[in-house]
């Protein structure tokens, strides 16, 4: 282990080293690499290239003999397939022949119908011809077709020699093959000026047999001499074919190669935060790309030849190399803090993932390695360029790709300098660097409505890039000019270069002139010095120079027959010849060489032999010229050949061709451009996802998983929202309802306050319960004692609290309009009033105290000292006189302050017992005693909830206790308050059931329950115009068989989660219990149902079960925590919840699946709201966090005070406005989100 | 009830119609890896460019592409299904690249099995078990994964028995009883791969959802 650790460390710090190296010297390092590239890839320029074209070689004919099949050392000059004899020798006897004298009575058709006639009587000479063999002998016999070619069959010899010649009825596609030269050679033509039709008669033999072949050479040149041939007959050549890659094997590959360009782009696409995505991108292609070819060439230098097809192989190369470790470099090194230097953010980042590299390598060329051991040659190979392969795909990484990435980091800090500064300008004061660091005190706040979060759309960093490429594209024109241009060009090529068109005409025009221009001597093609004036410059503009300069130094390199188009094209035009010439040019030796490389494989394929692996001889031409006289070529005339009149069909045949090339213009033009708008379309698809304004299609999926929230440099900075503090509580916030107007909250002294959720501004209170009855007066008396007042010094507060100057009697409480009557306890000595207010240290909780104010405290540890100290010093004005000392004062206030919480959702049977002691003891005192554990708040109603078990409505602006219901004993745990009915859990596990009526007269008894405690006589209560009654409806026992948990109501339904792992559904209407939800294996700790009726549960067993609240289904059940769930939210498309473990964590809501986590900060809050679709908040240490839901990304945090350090945020509540009401220690805290609201409007 | 039943249903309606797409995507990926793989297989036979071209692409027997791609959409869906119901997402690689990664590894399996030399029938079957579990290793490591491809490999060999022991066709040089002796390890190849094709397009269910809530 030691060991693994020192290596890990190693590693780790000769990577940073590495790092700060690459860093430091880019440009040094990226000409050496680049330079170590080439050298690699140097011996590769000895390879043939790859294709599949035929190979040549040349021999001599007089001395040729079959090659044998061993190879022959010495022969240097032969290559290695040049053994065995070939599948076949070809002799081919090409022919011209030409109608002479021309006479002006003859039409078109009799250019070459007769020559082509004389076909058949060549033919006949040939297969008859012997000479001690006949042909039949020597020749390659051929059996049936390929089966599916039979309606070759007529043209095509089957069951005897293959001999190939051209016929009268010739289709398109078999043409070339019958004729032996390219078509438009052959001059069998309407418009064939020369005159001269050229074919070849193709003779297939198996055998070589010289004296045959010159006895026939000799018999034909006899037939038909040839005048001015100079033919060279002394060289074969034999053409090797590769292995045929046809479309059928074609097809693999192809795939192959779908799935890596897909993987590439799936792979580069996962680049981010960089400042050029597609420059990374390259570089990574790159660093594959060029680690393959350097593997292939560092196997080539040390006499490794590949012998694999390597365009097959590529693909699975690259994929076993692959893109990650680039990728995982690049995410390492941009998720380091930006406020580092970029030498040191590249180096941390080599060094974070050093280990994981250096193991993924490991792992890959053990794998290899097992590979090689197979022990079969082609997988060794694999194997072997894999290896070499991953080893310079390392040297690359490490050189190459880390000094890209540390030069665009570097370009990225630049450009965010540049960014961000007009941006920070127009804040007023200027905010240090990152997101950590904690804010300066908020400023006095102005006022919240200045206040804006940056727009989603400005948030996102890459969105703007690619609009910036669209606006790009639509500012300057360039998709309509680039069709433009395009099509432009397009006409251009095809006037110039249409048979029929501008060239030809020019051409013609200058041969005419031009003094050099008679070809007659032949050779010498007249647009090969013409033609470079032409090109490229404006045709038009050239017509008017004098030809006669033109350039006339025509060389000589008339190399293989290239030009001979040329000279069927412009020459005729020259001299209108009566009478047809034939030459014989060096272009006609090898006139097989025009035809396509394919030609003699579909050939013999069509005979079903392969040549494949195998070559074929090429022997030399025989030339036969054939003269015929006119007679001749009348005779064979067909009868209908003269019906058309001969002049007017080239005219009309050019009329129509220009026509149709126009047409043909006009067609491809906007074919052209309808495929460049299409391409520009595709364009805009990919690089703008449709609904990039909503939810980032790409980004949804992003995982922030391990990433410190803060860690990610370039969120937007920190903007200046600051919470508006409600203070008020001296105690820790217990209970916390809103309904969206009002807000009620309920500290640990058991005041409850009622604020205005739209102002903050403090609308009533309800000082420490204790009421009794008083029947003298017939009203509450409000039990203030001598600690009546409470929270004097928070003057920010309209309270409806009496100030400090209602100590001496109660008429200014009624004197400022407010309802709530106070009745101050005489017995108060007057001594005190300069006393600080103690009151809410006290806590009045008695019930397992003796009521003894000289105990000792319950719990230990516990410091009064602080909170004392700070109620002292809020008083004023303070008190001259010495007596109520600090030290004093803590210990003369009742010692029963034992800080009780309301019990924590997880752990409330522990307090069963407890509890059911405490409801007991109080039955027979006073009802005060008792602490809310519950608070609700609908319309101007407060429903709380007390340990002894009663409910009490309050009106919240009056603050005066309208009802209270003490039906049950046992404390109520958890309320739900949804129109006119009130669900309370108890914590036995009963669920009561009440209904709230209105507009009841007076008369009416209000106070049904209690009627032990005879002690205080009912009397009619207070109250403005209504009495407000709340009656037991319904009693459901046993709901649960352990204590009640949470309560949620919403859509007409009450859940009820419970310690005993259930959830259950009962109906609001009629409490009626319609489900039983089984599924969990923990208490239930949290759920969220809302309107459309989603129903979620989490458990104490880190579960979190989705439901069908129609059928009581389970909808999902996925596992997210360590710990209990400790919150839930649903939004339209996500569940989000946080857990013991600090864990958030956001789900699909219809798969659930696990979109992403953020891993929050130990002792986060477990608190979250959901403020709009995309807007997330959590509570944690003294601030609260918004979250972009799209992206997992923190937007912005902010810290509530100061001195926030250990109180953690526990409750959070959305309301309406998309404030934020959270609880911050004794403060409550409101934030509003303007942007937000704006959304809203 | 009626008011939130209305999502609900909307929900179930989405699904269905996510369902069928993912079936349909799946299908055709089996249908295209099938007749392409199968090319592989009898590309040795075919001549040089024949000029029925499109012929030879359908060479084998018309049912063979339909049934490959209806057993893939029955795996890819099969896959995500039972993620869910073990309650163990699968998390690891989850990413496009990652699988069409896996998918050129399977190719390339296919393609040693067609075109690569071996000395004989072991050692291929061998080598290509060995890349088969690669394959497992490398881009999925779930214990479900492992098991479902082991038994659909197992079922699918007993299957092509079968099958060519009726004669609906046959192999040129079976070595195991009628068949060929790597035919499991291709199979459980193609299991892996089309499982993690469908438990990646899974992930992309809610994308379809929320764009439906995105049009209304």
Redesign the interface.
């Known amino acids: 282990m030691t060991l693994r650790e020192q290596l890990r460390e190693k590693i780790s710090a000769a990577f940073y080293r590495h790092g700060l190296l690459c860093a430091s010297y880019p440009v040094p390092i990226i000409l050496f690499t680049s330079a170590s590239i080439l050298t690699c890839c140097y011996p590769l320029l000895r390879l043939p290239l790859p294709g599949t074209g035929p190979v040549e070689f040349t021999t001599g004919v007089r001395d040729y003999s079959v090659p044998s099949h061993e190879p022959q050392g010495d022969l240097g000059e032969r290559p290695d397939w040049y053994r065995g004899p070939p599948v076949a020798y070809i002799q081919q006897v090409l022919v011209k022949a030409a109608v002479s004298p021309w006479d002006s009575s003859l039409v078109t058709v009799d250019v070459f119908r007769s020559p082509l006639g004389r076909a058949f009587s060549l033919l006949e000479e040939i297969r008859n011809h012997v000479h001690s063999d006949s042909l039949e002998t020597l020749c390659l016999q051929v059996t049936d077709l ?1 089966p ?2 039979r309606r070759m069959q007529s043209v095509l010899p089957e069951h005897g020699c293959l001999l190939v010649s051209p016929g009268l009825h010739t289709s398109a596609t078999l043409r070339d093959l019958l004729f032996g030269v390219p078509g438009k050679y052959t001059g069998v033509s309407h418009y064939n000026k020369k005159k001269v039709v050229t074919y070849t008669m193709t003779l297939v033999l198996s055998r070589y047999d010289a004296r045959f072949l010159g006895s026939l050479r000799a018999r034909l040149k006899q037939l038909h001499p040839s005048a001015n041939c100079s033919l060279r007959d002394d060289h074969m050549v034999h053409v090797h074919f590769k292995e ?1 890659i ?4 074609l ?2 590959l192809v ?2 190669y779908i ?2 360009f ?2 590439i782009y ?2 580069t ?2 680049i981010d935060m960089v400042k050029s995505k597609w420059g990374l991108a390259l570089a990574a292609v790159v660093t594959v790309l060029s680690s393959l070819l350097m593997s292939v060439g560092l196997c080539t230098l040390f006499g490794l030849t590949p012998t694999l097809n390597g365009g ?1 192989i590529f ?2 190369l690259v ?1 076993v190399i ?2 990650e470790n680039v990728l995982v470099l690049t995410k390492s090194v941009v998720s380091t803090p930006v406020d580092l230097e970029v030498k040191l953010r590249i180096a941390q980042g080599l060094s974070n993932e050093s280990w994981s590299i250096m193991k993924n390598m490991a792992t890959e060329l053990c ?1 290899i390695l ?1 590979g090689y051991f ?6 060794q190979e694999f194997c072997l360029f894999a290896v070499v392969g991953l080893v310079s795909d390392f040297f690359l990484q490490m050189f190459f790709f880390t000094t890209v990435l540390s030069i665009d980091i570097r370009r990225m800090e630049l450009a965010d300098l540049n960014r961000r500064l007009p941006a920070e300008a127009g804040l007023p004061p200027p905010k240090p660097g990152p997101l950590r660091t904690r804010e300066a005190p908020p400023p006095p706040r102005p006022s919240p409505h200045t206040i804006t979060l940056q727009t989603p759309a400005f948030r996102n960093l890459r969105l703007p890039k690619r609009l910036r490429v669209v606006y790009f594209l639509a500012r300057t024109r360039l998709a309509q000019r680039i069709i433009m241009v395009g099509t432009v060009i397009w006409i251009g090529i095809l006037v110039y270069t249409d048979p029929a068109g501008i060239r030809t005409y020019l051409a013609a025009q200058v041969s005419d002139q031009s003094p050099l221009g008679d070809p007659g001597g032949g050779g010498l093609p007249p647009h090969l010095g013409v033609a470079p004036v032409f090109r490229g410059g404006d045709p038009t503009s050239t017509l008017g120079i004098n030809p006669a300069p033109a350039p006339t130094p025509i060389p000589d390199n008339q190399s293989q027959g290239h030009h001979g188009s040329s000279r069927v094209g412009p020459l005729p035009e020259a001299p209108p010849p009566s009478v047809p010439q034939i030459t014989w040019g060096a272009e006609d030796e090898e006139g097989w060489r025009r035809l396509s490389f ?1 030609h003699w ?2 050939l013999f ?1 069509y005979y ?1 032999i ?3 692996k195998r070559y074929i001889s090429i022997l030399p031409v025989i030339p036969v010229t054939v003269h015929l006289s006119p007679q001749e070529a009348i005779e064979t005339r067909h009868p209908q050949d003269t019906k058309h009149p001969p002049p007017s069909i080239p005219k009309v045949a050019a009329d129509i061709q220009t026509d149709l090339t126009l047409y043909k213009v006009a067609a491809l033009g906007l074919a052209a451009g309808v495929l460049l708008v299409l391409l520009l379309f595709c364009l805009y698809r990919v690089l703008c996802p449709r ?1 990039y304004g ?2 980032g ?1 790409t980004h ?2 992003r995982r922030r998983g391990d990433l410190p929230c803060d860690d990610y440099g370039y969120s937007p900075p920190v903007s200046e929202i600051s919470p508006l503090l409600l203070r008020g509580h001296s105690m820790d916030i217990e209970c916390l309802a809103s309904d969206g107007m009002l807000l009620a909250s309920c500290c640990l002294a058991g005041q409850i306050r009622v604020w205005d959720a739209q102002t903050g501004d403090c609308l009533t209170v309800i000082p420490n319960h204790g009421l009794r009855r008083s029947s003298s007066s017939g009203c509450w008396e409000q039990r203030d004692g001598w600690e009546s007042v409470s929270g004097a010094a928070e003057t920010e507060c309209l309270g409806s609290e009496a100030h400090g100057s209602s100590i001496s009697g109660d008429g200014l409480s009624e004197g400022e309009g407010y309802p709530l009557r106070r009745r101050t306890a005489p017995s108060r000595p007057t001594l005190f009033t300069d006393q600080p207010d103690l009151t809410p240290l006290i806590d009045t909780n008695f019930a397992d105290q003796p009521p003894s104010h000289l105990c000792t405290p319950p719990r230990e540890g516990f410091d009064f000292g602080g909170l004392v100290e700070r109620a002292y010093m809020e008083h004023e004005p303070p008190s001259p006189s010495a007596y109520p000392s600090p030290s004093s004062a803590s210990s003369s206030p009742p010692s029963g302050a034992q800080l009780q919480r309301r019990p924590s959702l997880g752990d409330s049977s522990a307090f069963l017992t407890q509890d059911r002691a405490s409801t007991a003891g109080t039955q027979a005192t006073a009802d005060w005693e008792s602490s809310v554990w519950a608070m609700e708040l609908r319309g101007n109603l407060i429903a709380a909830g007390r340990s002894s078990g009663k409910l009490e409505l309050w009106d919240a602006v009056e603050g005066s206790l309208r009802c209270i219901n003490e039906d049950g004993v046992s404390g109520i745990t958890a309320l739900a308050f949804l129109n006119n009915r009130i669900v309370a859990a108890r914590l036995n596990g009963s669920l009561d059931f009440f209904t709230v009526e209105i507009n009841k007269p007076l008369g009416l008894l209000q106070y049904r329950g209690a009627p032990g405690r005879g002690s205080m006589p009912p009397s009619p209560c207070y109250s403005s115009e209504d009495v407000i009654s709340c009656q037991l409806t319904r009693s459901v026992q046993c709901a649960h068989q352990k204590p009640i948990t949470v309560l949620r109501a919403a ?2 339904r009450v859940v009820a989660g419970s310690q005993d792992h259930t959830v259950r559904v009962y109906r609001l209407e009629d409490s009626c219990c319609l489900f039983t939800l089984q599924g969990h294996s923990g208490g239930i700790t949290a759920i969220y149902i809302d ?3 989603v129903l979620a549960s989490g458990g104490q067993d880190g579960a979190i079960c989705l439901w ?3 059928t009581g289904s389970r909808v ?4 997210g925590h360590r710990g209990d769930v400790t919150s839930l939210v649903c939004t ?3 569940v989000i919840s946080s857990g013991l473990d600090d864990l958030i964590c956001i789900w ?8 992403y986590s953020i891993q929050q900060e130990v002792g986060c809050g477990a608190s979250l709201g959901v403020i709009s679709e995309s807007l997330l908040v959590t509570g944690g240490q003294g601030c609260v966090s918004f979250w972009d839901l799209n992206f997992g990304d923190l937007l912005q945090t902010v810290y509530l005070g100061q001195s926030s350090d250990g109180q953690g945020v526990r409750q959070l509540l959305v309301l309406d406005n998309a404030a934020i009401i959270c609880d911050f220690g004794s403060e409550l805290s409101l934030v509003y989100v303007p942007s937000v609201l704006e959304k809203l409007d | 009830a009626g008011k939130g039943g209305e999502p609900l249903i909307y929900i179930m309606y989405n699904r269905t119609t996510n369902l069928l797409i993912r079936g349909a995507l799946l299908f055709s990926v089996g249908v295209f890896l099938a007749l392409v793989l199968n090319l592989l297989q009898v590309q040795r036979n075919v001549t040089l460019f024949p000029p029925d071209v499109i012929s030879s692409i359908f060479s084998s027997a018309w049912w063979v592409p339909p049934c490959c791609g209806t057993a893939s959409a029955m795996i890819g869906l099969l896959y995500p299904c039972i993620d869910s119901h073990l309650g163990e997402p699968h998390k690891f690689k989850r990413e496009w690249s990652s699988v069409m990664r896996c998918v050129a590894v399977f190719v390339g399996i296919n393609h040693a099995s067609a075109k690569v030399d071996f000395a004989n029938n072991v050692q291929l079957s061998l080598t290509l078990a060995a890349l088969s579990v690669g394959l497992w290793w490398t881009f999925d490591r779930s214990r479900s994964g492992f098991g479902l491809g082991v038994s659909i490999a197992l079922l699918a060999t007993l299957a092509t028995q079968l099958l060519v022991y009726n004669g609906v066709f046959q192999y040129t040089s079976p070595d195991f009883l009628y068949i060929r002796s790597w035919l499991p390890c291709i199979f459980f190849a193609g299991v892996i791969t089309m499982g993690n094709i469908g438990r990646q397009l899974a992930l992309y269910e809610y994308k379809f959802i929320q764009e439906k809530t995105h049009q209304d």
């Open positions: 390929f599916g070619l045929e046809g479309i059928a094997e097809i693999p795939t192959t799935i890596l897909a993987y799936f792979s696409r996962k097959e693909p699975y994929v692959g893109l794998i097992i197979t022990l079969v040659p082609a997988i394919r494989p579909s394929s079903n392969t040549l494949a609904n909503q939810n299609v949804g999926r859509a007409g309107q459309t009726m069908d609240v129609l999902s059940h996925v596992y339209t498309s996500c699909d809501r219809s798969t659930g699946i696990k979109l």
